[in-house]
C-alpha cells in the first residue's frame, strides 16, 4: 500500500552470485517485465497455479545478486506516532527504487533505477539486528544487480495484492431502481417462514448485491456457532438455484462441502415434492445441481450421488450409448406401437422356419399340434422388454439434465409420457383382455378414432396406446433438435455436466478444475466457512473468467486455516480473505499502554459532519460529548477535528475520557467504544462504575460505536444493551450507510498504507 521506508545511509554489500535455491514463486516473480505486472491476464492461458510457494523449493540455474541491506531507520509516509516501525520477515517481496514511484509507468521513465528485493534472511542475534534503537539488518536477493552508491534510496511495498475497490461500492442506483424489493416479492414469504429476521436480512441484501449486472460487489455474511449461518447459505443458494444464476459454491473441506450441498438438495426435493409432477412420478429434476470432487475424500452417500459428477456421467452414459440410449428407445417403442400385430406374425414365421430346420418330419406334425405363443403373451413380453429400458432413460433425462436445457413443455411432455406408459402397462397386463379381441383392435392404425367404439371394454387400451404414440413422436422430434449428446467419452459428458448445471459444489483447491472448462462463465462465488480458507486458495475460483460477485460465510473468530510452516504462519500466509474483509470494521491498536480505532475516529467525524449539516441555519443550541474509556482515542479524536466546530456558535463538541465526564451532561453523546479483538476482551469496558457513567451523561440523544462481536462476546451489560437495542430497531450497521461505509473504507485504507504488509 505503498508504504515509503525512507534510510540515510542506506548501504549494502555486495556478494559474489550464488546458486539459486530459492522458492518458485520468487523465480517467477523475478522474471516479470513491468508490463507482466501490469497485465491482468498474465496467467489466464495457465489452466491453474500452485499456490504452495512457501513450501515447495525449485532449484534453478540462474544466479543471483545476494546484499546485506542496513536501514538506520524506517519513515512512514503517513505519520503514526506510537506506532511499531515496519519489520521484514524472510519472503516479504519489496520494490528498491531511486525515487518515489506513483505509478508502475513511472519505473520505465529514462535513467530511473529500480529492482525487485526477496528478503531471504534475517540475522538470529538480535544484537547483530540493531546498531542502534531504530536500524534494521536484513539480506536480500535482486532481481537485477543494483548500483549502489551514498545518495538516499527509498524501499516501497508493492501497493495491491487484491482489488477491494468493490467491496463497498455503492448500490448500483439503475438495479435498485428496476429491481426495488423483487427478491421479497418473490422468496420473502418462504424464506421467512424458515429463517429468522436477521437471517432473512443478510440473504436478501445478498441477493440484492448479486442481481446488478453493473457493479461488482463483496459480501460478508458473519455469525458465531450456532446462529445459522450453515441454513442462511443454503436458501440463498436455493434460491439463486431457483432464479438459474450461475454459482460456484467453495469450501475449505470435503465436509463442509458435502454438508452445504446436502442442505440444499434437501431443500430442493421437499419443494419439488409439492409440485404437481413431482406427487405421483417421485421425479426429481436435479440436473441443476453439480457436485464433484475426490470420492474417497468427499465420501458419497446414497443421499447425494445422484447429484455427484462421476455418478451423473455413469448414467448419462447409459441414456446417450448407441444400443441403450434414448434414440434406440425411442424407436423401438414407436416400432412396437405402430406395428406390432405384423411383428407378431413375422414372429410366428420365423418361429415356424427354426422348427422346420431343427426338426424332423414328425416332430414337425406333432409341434403344429401345439399351440405357439399368443398376441397377448408375445405384446406383454416386447411391451416389458422394451419399455423399461425407455422408462429408465426418460428418468435419467428427467434427473440429469437441467429443466433449462432440455425445456420445459419437453419435461413435461416426458412426466405425462412415463405415467401414460404405466397406465398402458397397467391395462395390457389386465387378467380380463383377451388376446384375439386384442389382436383384432391392434390391426388398426395407431392413430385411428375410436371414439364409435367408446363402449368396447378395450377402448381405453387403444386409447393409451395412441396417445404413448403421439407424445414419443412429438419428444422425438423436438429431441433431434436439441444439442443433446451422442455417444461420448468421460471427459466429454462431464464438460457437458459442468456447461449446464446452475449451481457447482467443491473444494476451492478442486475448481481449479473449471478453468479447462469451456462454459458459460460462473457470475456469482460463495465460499462457506470462509474464515478456514487461505486467501492464496481462494484465489483459484476467485480467477475463474466472468465472476462479478462473491459471498462469503463465516466467523473469523473461529479455527483459522492450518499452517505447518511457522515461517509461513508468521508471514500471515494462513490469514483469510474474510479476516482481511471483515477487519473494515475496524481494528484495534494498542497505543502506550492504551487503545485506539482509527475506524471508530472516521465514523465519529463523519456523524459530526451531519449532525452539523443538519443542525446548521437552526436557532437552537445543541452540545455535544464524545466519550471513550482510552485516552488514545480521545486524543486521535482530537486531532482528528483540530478546531473545526471551536467557532461554531451554538455547536459545542467536547471530548474527553469518561472519567473526565464524570458529573456532565451534554444534550448527545456518542460513546467510541475501541475495543475489536477476536478473543472478545473488552477491559475497561467491563467496569460497572464506567459503564454507568458512560451511559448517563447524555440528555436526549446516545449513540455507541462499537464491535458487536467483541462486545457481544462474554455475559456483560453490553450484551443485553445490544440485544435491546435490536428489539428496538435502534441497531445499525456502519457500512449499510454508503457515506459511512465509504469513511470506513478509507479510514482502512490508510492503516493498510501504514502497516499491513508489516503485519503479514
Known sequence: MNLMMEGEGFSSSKKRGVPNYDYGFTHTLFSWSLDDISNKNLFSHKEHLMLKWSLLMSPSHMEAEIYDVKVDYWRNRF?????????????????????????????????R???????????????????????????????????????????????????????????????????????????????????????????????????????????????????????????????????KCRTLTCSPTNVAIMEVASRVLKQLKETIKTDDYGRGTLLFPLGDILLFGSTERLKVGEEIKEIYLDYRVKRLSECFGMQTGWRHCFTSTIDLLEDCVSQYH?????????????????????????????FLEYVRGRFKSTVTPLRNCLFILCTHIPKSFILENNFQNMVALITLLDSLETLLFQDSVVSEELEELFSH???????????????LLQKRRGECHTVLRILQDSFSKLELPSAMSVDSLKNFCFKTASVIFCTASSSFKLHSVAMEPLNILVVDEAAQLKESELTIPLQLPGLKHTILIGDECQLPAMVESNVSDEAGFGRSLFERLSSLDGREELISHSRRNMVEVAVVVKILR???????????????????????????????????????????????????????????????????????????????????????????CLWILGNERTLTHGESVWEILIRDAKDRHCFFNADEDKDMAKAILEAKEKLDELDEFAEC
Open 346 to 374: 413375422i414372429f410366428l414365421e420365423n418361429e415356424l422356419i427354426k422348427k422346420r430346420e431343427n426338426s424332423s418330419e414328425d416332430e414337425i406334425k406333432e409341434a403344429s399340434k401345439e399351440q405357439f405363443k399368443s
Open 445 to 459: 392404425s395407431v392413430a385411428e378414432d375410436c371414439s364409435s367404439s367408446s363402449g368396447h371394454k378395450n377402448y
Open 610 to 700: 451531519d449532525l452539523y449539516k443538519d443542525w446548521n441555519g437552526s436557532k437552537q443550541k445543541l452540545s455535544i460529548g464524545i466519550v471513550s474509556p482510552y485516552s488514545a482515542q480521545v486524543v486521535a479524536i482530537q486531532e482528528k477535528l483540530g478546531g473545526k466546530y471551536k467557532s461554531s456558535d451554538g455547536f459545542t463538541v467536547k471530548v474527553k475520557s469518561i472519567d473526565g465526564f464524570q458529573g456532565g451532561e451534554e444534550d448527545l453523546i456518542i460513546i467510541s467504544t475501541v475495543r475489536s479483538n477476536k478473543s472478545g476482551s473488552i477491559g475497561f469496558l467491563s467496569k460497572p462504575q464506567r459503564i454507568n457513567v458512560a451511559l448517563t451523561r447524555a440528555r436526549h
Open 113 to 243: 533505477m529500480w529492482s525487485f528485493l526477496s528478503v531471504i534472511k534475517i540475522p538470529e542475534d538480535e544484537n547483530e539486528n540493531k546498531t542502534d534503537s531504530t536500524s534494521t539488518y536484513f539480506k536480500v536477493k535482486a532481481s537485477r544487480s543494483i548500483q549502489v552508491d551514498d545518495r538516499q534510496k527509498s524501499l516501497f511495498i508493492i501497493k495491491e495484492v487484491l482489488c477491494t475497490d468493490s467491496v463497498l461500492e455503492e448500490t448500483c442506483q439503475i438495479c435498485s431502481e428496476q429491481n426495488g424489493g423483487i427478491w421479497n416479492e418473490k422468496f420473502g414469504l418462504i424464506l421467512s417462514s424458515t429463517m429468522n429476521d436477521f437471517q432473512l436480512k443478510a440473504v436478501l441484501a445478498c441477493l440484492d448485491s448479486v442481481h446488478c449486472d453493473h457493479k461488482s460487489s463483496v459480501q460478508l455474511i458473519w455469525g458465531p456457532p450456532g446462529t445459522g449461518k450453515t441454513k442462511a447459505v443454503s436458501m440463498l443458494l436455493f434460491t439463486l438455484l431457483r432464479t
Open 79 to 111: 505519520s503514526n506516532s506510537g506506532k511499531e516501525p515496519y519489520k521484514t520477515l524472510p519472503g516479504d517481496i519489496l520494490v528498491l527504487a531511486d525515487a518515489k514511484p506513483e505509478t508502475i509507468s513511472d519505473l520505465e521513465r529514462v535513467g
